[in-house]
């Protein structure tokens, strides 16, 4: 069995995951794991999939179009690079990044941009977007896995300066925390 | 996974409704350096205590950082000192209250608590020595804190030892006119003292307990006032029922808080973790406050009537909270009422609303007793001791911890003001009864036998 990465976007309305898994299903492949999400009318989901080894990825495609024509929907598949997942895999722990500040354009990429520039990975991220000065209104939250080697202290003293510079007040906390206070 | 409102409430929580670790205490136990020479023993104690201590503070901080949530206070509750320097005079133990004062400094604790004696049933030589040298041990040091547990439900009042705290807590005030009397919100008087109390002045760490121990102290009145306000705001008409559910449900959340923290100092330091100990302890903070509680749930203010009912329905819910939610709960655990260390409590004495009559009543269903209360200088030891003996049988007889930590004003009357500083606050003086007058009862002296445990009505 060989593996695939299935991406499906487009306007949100019943029937896409059924049809997508309806071909799967009808060319012996087997969903391995699959998420999805709405933002505002806009559906994203993304399966990974294995299926047989003689199973061209363009006939799969094929009978995705025709199956969801009339979706409107965006349908990439590729193979999955399964020596780059253990390449990737370094010692982590789980923190919750949260910012609270007006709402302007560039805020996003600023604290991702602290992220990533520590080589550390944001494994979800959530914004709440409303608009206006209301700090309370504007928040986003990261869930990032920090390795091991990066220096916490150095780390998080400057993403609550680089964030600072654009009036956004920044925390940043082990996830267990959250888990202690929410999970029994 | 967690969803957005679940990381949005426990943001605010740490953030906005001041959660915070109250106290990380590292307890422990000194009977193996004991000693007839005075500098030996002196030796031995700071030898083992700046051993184990040394990093506490350091990993407290840090594993407050990588959290989120401070650590506001980091100590050291240790061997009840009348037992493990029994041998010395009254002289030679307020030399080891300096000692430990140094320590306590040396590795950068706000306090050390067990300059303390368990005098519940009789006075040992080593007992008399240290209530003896309390006055002049708290006069002259500023880390170091006193407990005397001088009634149990199983053995009764020792009255003697009830009038030799008087006497101490008269003179303790004298020797620190200058500061209001602070000497006394260092110092307090114990019915049924729990072994492994995180919160000062009242922690020591029993004779049951292990070589070393981190017992955590988690605070969050201004938690639960958030969660009952809102819970009135957005909920039909919540009855008391519901109420008490909601306070059981965010008492949980704060002790798997301190549980996480605690088990992570205990093994960053290598010691076992003991308890621990949710108590609404309040700061002089608005919003941090455990008599805006009962604002919230609808009283005019903390000491009107119906006050002692919402006091014993917030107990018992954080209790319940608390113990569900960690099997490791200990220390006193409930709801604390000191007067000075809480802004709205203040007023409410200030006000009227509340005198020592009404805290006494309430200190039945609370978790400890009367604490940080600042009352006329002129009180005479009699007074004060009657005080004392009347909280104590409150204690005795409901088999719960009673306490007292009162401070006689040196100098000053009912209604006047007493400045303590820092997380102390201030107290406007209450009115006593007969404040400065003689009392026969208290002077036949002698034990009052303890209670009978069938025939409860």
Partial sequence: MKKVIITVIGPDRPGIIAGVSGVLFTHQCNIENITQTILQSEFAGICLVSMP??????????????????????ITIKDLDDDRQDHDKVPTEPFIVSTRGPDKQGIVSVISKAIADA????????AVFQGGENPDRNIMIFEIDIPVSVDFQNFSEELRRRASDIGLDLNIQHKNIFDAVNRI | MLNEREFISTLDMLKYEHLDVRAVTLGINLADCSSHDLDVFKSNIRKKMTTLARDLVTVCNRVGHKYGIEVVNKRISISPIAVVAAAFSAEQMVDIARTLDDIA?????????????????????????????????LATTQRLCSSVNVASTRAGINMDAVLLMAEAIKKAADLTRDSDGLACAKLCVFCNIPEDVPFMAGA??????????????VSGP??????????????????????????KRTACKVTRVGELIGREVAENLGIPFGVVDLSLAPTPTVGDSVGE?????????????????????????????????????????????????DLNIEEATRKGYLN???LEALTSVCSVGLDMVAIPGNTSVDTLAGIIADEMAVGMINSKTTATRIIPVPGKKEGEKAHFGGLLGHASIIGVKNADGVNHFIRHGGRIPAPIHSLKN
């Avoid at chain 2, 107990?315 to 009422?337: E, H, M």
Wanted: charged residues 20%.
């Fill in chain 1, 53 to 74: 080894p003689d199973l061209d990825n363009g006939v799969l495609r094929s009978a995705m179009d025709r199956e969801l024509a009339g979706f409107n929907l965006q």
């Fill in chain 1, 119 to 126: 080589c550390v990975n944001i494994s979800n991220l959530k």
């Fill in chain 2, 105 to 137: 400094r040396e590795v950068n604790v706000d306090f050390i608590g067990g300059f303390s004696a368990l005098v519940e049933k009789g006075i040992a030589n080593g007992d008399k020595a240290l209530i003896q040298a309390i006055p002049e041990a």
């Fill in chain 2, 204 to 217: 020591y760490l029993g004779t049951g307990e292990a070589d070393a121990v981190i017992n955590v102290g």
């Fill in chain 2, 222 to 247: 201004g938690v639960v006032k958030k969660a009952i306000d809102r819970a009135l705001e957005g909920e039909n008409r919540p009855d008391l029922g519901r109420i008490a559910e909601i306070i």
């Fill in chain 2, 293 to 341: 509680i009962f604002q919230s749930m609808g009283l005019l203010s903390i000491g009107v009537p119906g006050s002692t009912a919402a006091l014993a329905m917030l107990n018992d819910a954080v209790k319940k909270g608390g113990a569900f939610a960690s099997s490791y709960v200990g220390g006193l655990s409930g709801a604390f009422i000191p007067v000075s260390e």
């Fill in chain 2, 356 to 358: 020592i009559e009404k």
